[in-house]
Every structure is written in structure tokens, then in C-alpha cells.
């Protein structure tokens, strides 16, 4: 018994789940969220990120290699967003189960993915993901076709819950479809209007609320912007009258904030997963703040 409990404090062995049939980890919180909503009371869900973390960019820590070592299942965003973290995690935890289909879904695989290269990519080109965007998740369609493949692994690994999950999937495009209409509808008015962000994140999302991407803060993606990049954004923003330009809450706002005192255009700071303020609770909440957001920036008018 005694033995039992120190494995239980080293996080070698996993207390019981209260009640989840199955154990799974997300590398985002916005994928966990959707595997929440799917998942029901049957799943007990962990995130590796935390959304007001850059994806690309986290932290292995000690207590990741504990979670993915119990998990029964991984969902990942893919199209290399976590390469630079998640291999070495997977290659520490020793859980064979994640290293085969079974036990792992790339949540990517049924979605609409965006800015496919059609030629080979360098790194002279800055941080060009080569197999499409991966911040897929911005346009809610794609959440609907992520909600639907979680919903078919989650079945096959738990049979006797696959009813619930199909129940479950089947509420949240129901709630999905109503939110889209709302979302669009408050959209609508700005249709084709022209903003800045400062990564390459929204193309999902401009594309679905049919907005336009200007430029981008940084001259490449990953690259950090210069002096002359600035000056000719400067230029581009008052010649088009770009009225925003949006930033991600884990980059440095000072070139952002020049650029807005030199022309009419507002910072705005535009949160791109759940979790980024404590007021996104879930993946509807993301949208709900982010498009009221947008809408505020540009004056409630079009």
C-alpha cells in the first residue's frame, strides 16, 4: 500500500478518473475544449498549452510527461504547430499507445487547411509551416469538423459510450450552427474590410467572416519586424485606411503601438485560443469575445 502511494505522488501511477472511461491530452486548449464538450463526463481531458501561450512555442515541462504517460489518446493540431515541443514529449513519456493511430489524431486531417505551399519552403522564407496553416481552428467549420473526428476516435475506443458521444457531437452542431448565424450576422457590415494582424494566425478566421488580410506586423513569420518593414507598413495601413491590426497576447505591442501613432489604425489585442482571458471559457466563448472585440475596434459600423 505504502509503495502504491509513492507512485501515486510521483505521478507514475494515475488516481482513479471519477468516473472518465478515457484519459486524453490536447496540445491546445482550444482542441480541449471541443473534446470536452464531445467527451462529456466519459473523458477526462487535459490541455498541454494554455491559450495565452504561442503554440509554437512551449515549455516541456516535467507534468506533461505525466499526462501523455497516462493519456489514452492525443489530439494534436498538427501541420508541424508542435513541432518544436511535442516530439521530445512523446519520446520522454514512453507511452506506445500515442505512437499508433489508435492512440493519436491529428486533428488537422479533416480540415479545411489554408496557404498550402505549392513549391518547396526554406527558412530564408521565416517560419512557413510546409504543409498549410495551422491556426485552423479560427474558423468554426473546422471546429465542427474536428468535433466529428473526435467524436469517431472517442467511439472507437470506448464502444459502450459511443451513443453518448454521438449524442453529445450532435448538440454541439446544433449549438454551432446557431452561433455561426449570429457570428455572421454581426460580421456582415464589415464584409471585405481590410485589417493588419501581426502573425500570420487569422486566415482561417478573415476568410470565414470574410475580412482581408492588409499585411502582416512581421516581414516574414517568425521574423521580427524591421525599420524599413515598419515604415512601408505605415505607409500601406494610411493609404488603404486600415482601421486595426491585430496582436496575438504572447507578442511585444511596441512596433504595433508606433505604427498607431503614425496612422488612424487601433491596436487591438485579438485572442486566438481558449483560455486567453478567464472570460473564454470554452471554444464558443472565443468567438463570442473576439468578434464583439472586432466590431467595437472598428466603431460598430462598416
Known sequence: MRVRTFLLLLGILAPPCSGAELRVVTTTADLASILTAVGGERVAVTSLSKGYQNPHFVDAKPSYVVELRRADLLVAVGLELEVGWLPALLQQCRNPKLLTPAGYLDASTTAKILEKPTQQVTRAEGDVHPFGNPHYWLDPENGRAI?????????????????????????????????????RAK???????????????WPNFLESFGLVAADYVEPRPGIPPSPSHTLELI???????????????????????????????????????????????????LFDHDIDLLVAALGGRP
Do not use: C
Request: proline share 5%; no cysteine.
Open 235 to 285: 505607409n500601406r495601413i494610411t493609404a488603404e485606411k486600415v482601421r486595426v491590426i491585430l496582436v496575438e497576447p504572447y507578442f511585444d505591442t511596441k512596433t504595433p503601438d508606433f505604427i498607431a501613432t503614425k496612422t488612424s489604425a487601433k491596436v487591438v489585442m485579438f485572442y486566438p485560443s481558449v483560455g486567453g482571458l478567464p472570460e473564454i471559457k470554452d471554444y464558443f466563448d
Open 147 to 183: 468535433a466529428r473526428a473526435v467524436a469517431a476516435k472517442l467511439g472507437e475506443l470506448d464502444a459502450a459510450g459511443k451513443s453518448t458521444y454521438e449524442t453529445n457531437l450532435a448538440a454541439f452542431e446544433t449549438r454551432l450552427t446557431a452561433k455561426e448565424q449570429e457570428w
Open 187 to 201: 460580421m456582415q457590415p464589415y464584409a471585405g474590410t481590410k485589417v493588419v494582424t501581426y502573425h500570420n494566425s
